[in-house]
Antibody
Framework: QVQLVQSGAEVKKPGSSVKVSCKAS????????ISWVRQAPGQGLQWMGR????????NYAQKFQGRVTINADKSTSTAYMELSSLRSEDTAVYYC???????????WGQGTLVTVSS | EIVLTQSPGTLSLSPGERATLSCRAS???????LAWYQQKPGQAPRLLIY???SRATGIPDRFSGSGSGTDFTLTISRLEPEDFAVYYC?????????FGRGTKLEIK
């Protein structure tokens, strides 16, 4: 069974950066892509970007271009999402999710709460 | 970017009733790349339907998906107490994924 385990909650100052990890187990890490999706308090789901570890290909949502960096370490089956220039509106739960070959999200991490506050 | 509009925003029904949730796309979406998720408070979303009409592993058959082009529907034939949650549709196209804003299914 595939499991995605994310790093713990973070509290950050405005203008700083945060890096969230997502460690995969139970599947072949390089065979799938990993996406990052965030959810602000009381709001819907927002796709941020994805990485295809096998090819090192990365795509970002236009909204986050220039502020988000997604990478992966195949040796540890871990994906990372770094968001910079944080502002209060970035306060959200950040999820990683495995993307199937039919482009749906079949397994999700437990979520990481990032709070941006001065 | 394709925009997905879900309606209604909130649906109030009683257990045992039938629920019909709509997801309309701003332009045509491949049925292959249309999915539905259920999310309960404090939990990650759970995949219900993929390919517009295929149930994910372990999903009860009271959940069904249909539609094509720009109009898609999630139907829950007879609501169980555990079905009251928020439901999202999601599509993929041109290396971009988008979600609808969700429909909250609440107990009447």
């Amino acid at each position: 069974q595939v499991q995605l385990v994310q790093s713990g909650a973070e509290v950050k100052k405005p203008g700083s950066s945060v890096k969230v990890s997502c460690k995969a187990s139970g599947g072949t890490f390089s065979s799938y892509s990993i996406s990052w999706v965030r959810q602000a308090p009381g709001q819907g789901l927002q796709w941020m970007g994805r990485i295809i570890p096998m090819f090192g290909i990365v795509n970002y949502a236009q909204k986050f271009q220039g502020r988000v960096t997604i990478n992966a370490d195949k040796s540890t089956s871990t994906a990372y999402m770094e968001l910079s220039s944080l502002r209060s509106e970035d306060t959200a739960v950040y999820y990683c999710a495995r993307v199937s070959s039919w482009e749906y999200f079949d397994f999700w991490g437990q979520g990481t709460l990032v709070t941006v506050s001065s | 970017e394709i925009v997905l509009t879900q309606s209604p925003g909130t649906l109030s029904l009683s257990p045992g009733e039938r629920a019909t949730l709509s997801c309309r796309a701003s332009q045509s979406v491949s049925s292959t790349y249309l999915a539905w998720y259920q999310q309960k408070p404090g939990q990650a979303p759970r995949l219900l339907i993929y390919g517009a009409s295929s149930r994910a592993t372990g999903i009860p058959d009271r959940f069904s998906g249909s539609g094509s082009g720009t109009d898609f529907t999630l139907t829950i034939s007879r609501l169980e107490p555990e079905d009251f949650a928020v439901y999202y549709c999601q599509q993929y196209g041109s290396s971009v994924y988008t979600f609808g804003r969700g429909t909250k299914l609440e107990i009447k």
